[in-house]
């Protein structure tokens, strides 16, 4: 794993903080696996040092660590079904049977894709990235995102197709996942509503 | 919620150590951190993990044991503030009451 990687998952505010002298470090010298189980331990820590209590301790770090988690178990639970997801199922053709053609389907299919790489781009949250403050997602793409996301479900809201709204929500989650931090750019713990600009 | 600290060295738990080292290295002059490790590991002859070490920085900067320096580029050096001075000198005492006793123990053996 790299250094990068580990240092992504850092609490925020311990990254604006440390995470450029960290690097420096790991620039001077090949990292080590003692190292690298230092630095695990660490990440731990840092997130119990984050919290103002420990009540709030326990969820900020729990629904750090699950929301990692369920991005590992969505993605293999996408390459066990493979491309089904996408396809149209039988509970959807009685839905609507009056337009359930082949090329209603295959319409259906490009906006699923597309929505999944919109989805996907946006989970890729540019702020936790680059810790930029400017780059934070503002209400307005919150807004944006949560109506593509809202669209997809209700355009395409089977009850078999439970698992696609679980994958989107696990993108929200991870798209909005700085809500869960304290956010500290210039020595002052600052707290939004929900962490948007 | 302000936390009450503790005013020695033992209550950093098991950063006590990094932190003595850290405080050690910092005696001479400000360091930044790839110093600081260079500094750690010629002493004592292991190098401090940087998870340990930036774990140790933090609890040391938040009792103003240490403060940082303005940055220079990616480096931001740390210096000893006169709290830390203190904190360390009554660590080199505690440690040279307890080298005393044993010293004349081993020569009492």
Redesign the interface.
Known sequence: MSINRMLSWFPLA?RA??E???????E?HPFTR??R???????A??WW?ET??WGVGVVRFSAAVAIRIAGVLLLGWMGVRGLEWLVPNDVMRAWWPTVATDQWYAVLIVCKLSVFFVAVRGAMNPYERTLDPARRPTWLQTLGWLGTFSLLVVCDGRPANLPDACWMGIFAMMRWSPWLQLIDHDGRVRTTVLGLR | MAKKLDESLSSLGRFSEPAFNILVALADGPKHGYAMTQDIEQMTGTRPGPGTLYGAIARLEERRWIEPLPADDRRRPYKLTSAGQKVLRARIDALRAVTKIAQSRLANA
């Open positions: 311990w903080r440390y450029a002298e960290v690097r420096e470090l790991f001077a003692r190292e189980r230092d630095l695990f331990r660490a990440c820590d840092a040092r103002t209590s």
